[in-house]
């Protein structure tokens, strides 16, 4: 039998979800303050490029029709993370999640034996995490979609263990995808927020979770990291070396915290076959998926012919393009 190829970096766009949010207390905030983050030349640029992509985030035939055209068999699609809406109170986030998962599960049912997905949870309600992890899995989605932060809490926060021991239990998939970095304005020229800000929030995001000893305390979690998990596989000497040399850098977690790279799944888009290749060794070709980050513009729109600009060992390719998602999915 022939191993899928599985995209595990795929969005939809939700109307229904903005359509719930559109003119609340906050959500005009939320927008300026993604504005001034951005920039007005990276929004000018934005909008039109969604706006062209809106078939594919939105129609199952086109989204199918394009998977076709880039090799793909499999998506596992995630909500754009515009929708995760941090800045909601607890009722307008309940609306939120519910909205998104049952959106997301209903694409995803127009071609089941093709698309698979996530859904997700109001990181900025802890104690509601749970329930919105519990209601994504009950809509027969793979698990769910969360950011790097919320204004007031980093991932390496004690309120967020039920999530983490919940999501340990029923072997959901946690997709770590950034949405907006906290060097705000420092960003807002030549589209930096989104190429050095992205990278930087998953670096800072992954070391929270393994300094703290969350990976210790859940080892059983499955945690994909977008975007290769940014600048932290690259750079993960520097934390080894701090924390085998400073009291305050390795007191909280067991173990080397390159240690733990092989206890995370990345996905490929990284842009750079040198990179992937790294990635590869430090991670182990058994934590690396397929991702394109379909259908926008900082995604890959051949993310085949970027795995084999890898020059990859012929069993590496194949766990990477497909194999592992099989597994991690449960796929027959």
């Not at 127009?110 to 209601?135: C, N, S």
Request: net charge negative; glycine share 10%; charged share 20%.
């Amino acid at each position: 039998m022939i191993t899928p190829t599985i995209d595990v970096h795929a969005h939809v766009l939700l109307p229904e979800v903005e359509a719930l949010v559109a003119g609340l207390p906050g959500h005009a905030e939320a927008k300026q303050l993604d504005a001034r983050r951005n920039g007005p030349a990276a929004l000018a640029v934005s909008g039109p490029m969604v706006g062209e992509r809106i078939p594919k985030l939105t129609d199952v035939a086109a989204r199918l029709a394009a998977m076709d055209a880039q090799g793909v068999d499999v998506q596992l699609v995630s909500p754009s993370p515009s929708h995760y809406h941090y800045w909601a109170d607890e009722g307008t986030a309940e609306k939120v999640y519910r909205t998104a998962n049952e959106a997301t599960a209903t694409h995803c049912a127009a071609a089941p034996d093709r698309l698979h997905g996530l859904g997700l949870v109001p990181l900025q309600h802890p104690d509601h995490m749970v329930y919105a992890l519990d209601h994504a899995l009950e809509q027969g989605l793979a698990g769910v979609e969360i950011s790097s932060h919320t204004p007031c809490r980093e991932l390496s926060d004690p309120a967020y263990t039920p999530f983490w021991a919940r999501a340990e239990e029923t072997g959901a998939i946690l997709f770590l995808h950034p949405f907006g970095c906290t060097l705000d304005e420092r960003l807002d020229q030549w589209y930096l927020s989104n190429t050095v800000g992205q990278p930087t929030e998953n670096a800072v995001a992954l070391s929270h979770l393994i300094f703290s000893g969350v990976l210790d305390r859940h080892p059983g979690l499955k945690l994909v990291a977008a975007h290769g998990g940014g600048y932290l596989p690259t750079h993960i000497g520097r934390s080894d070396h701090a924390w085998s040399t400073r009291s305050d850098a390795g007191g909280g977690c067991a173990h080397l915290p390159s240690s733990y790279l092989k206890r995370i799944y990345f996905d490929s888009l990284v842009h750079d076959p040198r990179v992937l290749g790294s990635l590869l060794e430090v991670a182990g070709a058994d934590r690396v998926l397929l991702g394109s980050d379909f259908p926008f513009d900082m995604g890959s729109e051949d993310p085949v012919g970027a795995l084999r600009a890898a020059r990859l060992s012929a069993a590496d390719f194949d766990a990477v393009r497909g194999g592992n998602a099989a597994a991690l999915l449960r796929l027959a």
